[in-house]
Each structure stands twice: as C-alpha cells, then as structure tokens.
C-alpha cells in the first residue's frame, strides 16, 4: 500500500485561506456599505422599516424581518446604490474566479508545498508557509522549465490576486 505522505485537504486549506485573505475585505467592506445604506435611508424615510427596494431587490438588515410595508431607496442615494451593486454584480465576482482559476492551476501543478513557495507571489506564501512547516520541506518536484512556463502562463491572474491585496491594504 502507498503511503500518503501529503494531507489530501491541504491544497484546499491553501485554497481557503488565499481566497479568505483576498476576498473577506471586500466582501466585509460590501456588507458595510450595504448596512450604512439601510441606516441612512432608514433615517432620511423615519418609519422604522429597517431595509427598502431598489430596481425591484429587497435590501434588509440580515437581523429585520421580510415585511409587507416596504421603502423605496431615497433618489440622494441611488448613485451610490448602483456604485455598490456594480461592485457586487461584476468587478468582485469576475476577478474572484480568475484568481481562484490561478490558484487552481498552480496547485495542481504539483503536491509539494516546495514548489508553491515558488510559484505564488511573497503576499500569498502564509498560507503555504503554514503547510511547508506542517508537513516539512521536500525538494521541488518541478522542473525549472515548468516553473517558468507557469509563471509566464500565470503572470495575468497572478497580477489580479496582488493587486487585490494592495486594494485590501489601502481601502
């Protein structure tokens, strides 16, 4: 019988744990803007119903009942409605599924965290460095080719993910 000598979960902590450090502040940042904009509708309508309709979606505080008597989203506040769903529509979800795509790509490239500590960029090693130290470093089974080849193949999606994390450092 063959020995495993690899947790099989560890390329999805990996996983999880990159993509929780990408995208949790956004997405937290999203939650926020949505609840400020609850509140401030809130406040400009003063019936006390906590959540409104815009564009036919029902808005609400994740604590607030669904309820018949609902508010329209104040006019002062639909540029910065749309501002908010463009976000949560479009730009997050479709950089998300690149860099999951990227990070896929790189973890199936091999089964040694050796050879991710090569291929990820410095912002993204925690994650790997948490599994390199678990587990104990092997020597790199790629080859330097395939490495480069990776890199070249990579470098798009890999430039997202970093710019990402700037964008997480600044907001």
């Known amino acids: 019988m063959e ?6 979960r560890m390329k999805s902590r990996i996983m999880q744990y990159i993509l929780a450090m990408l995208y949790n502040p956004p997405f937290g940042r999203l939650v926020n803007t949505r609840i400020r904009l609850i509140q ?3 406040m400009a309508v003063g019936n006390g119903i ?3 309709v815009y564009k036919g979606e029902y808005f609400r505080d994740a604590n607030t009942q669904h309820s018949l008597n609902v508010n329209r989203l104040i006019p002062d506040l639909h540029a910065e409605m749309d501002e908010y ?10 950089e998300q599924i690149i860099v999951k795509g990227y990070i896929t790509k790189i973890l199936n490239a091999s089964d040694n965290p050796a050879d991710y500590m090569r291929l990820f960029p410095e912002c993204l090693l925690p994650s790997v460095e948490r599994e390199n130290r678990m587990y104990g470093s092997l020597p790199s089974l790629l080859s330097e080719p395939n490495i480069i080849l990776l890199l070249k193949e ?18």
């Not at 020995?3 to 099989?8: A, V, Y």
């Open 50 to 52: 906590s959540g409104f």
């Open 40 to 42: 401030r509708n809130d």
């Open 3 to 8: 020995t495993i000598l690899r947790d099989p």
């Open 154 to 171: 990579t470098e798009e999606a890999k430039n997202l993910a970093m710019q990402r994390m700037v964008r997480n450092l600044l907001e």
């Open 85 to 94: 769903l463009a976000e949560v529509n479009k730009e997050i979800p479709n």
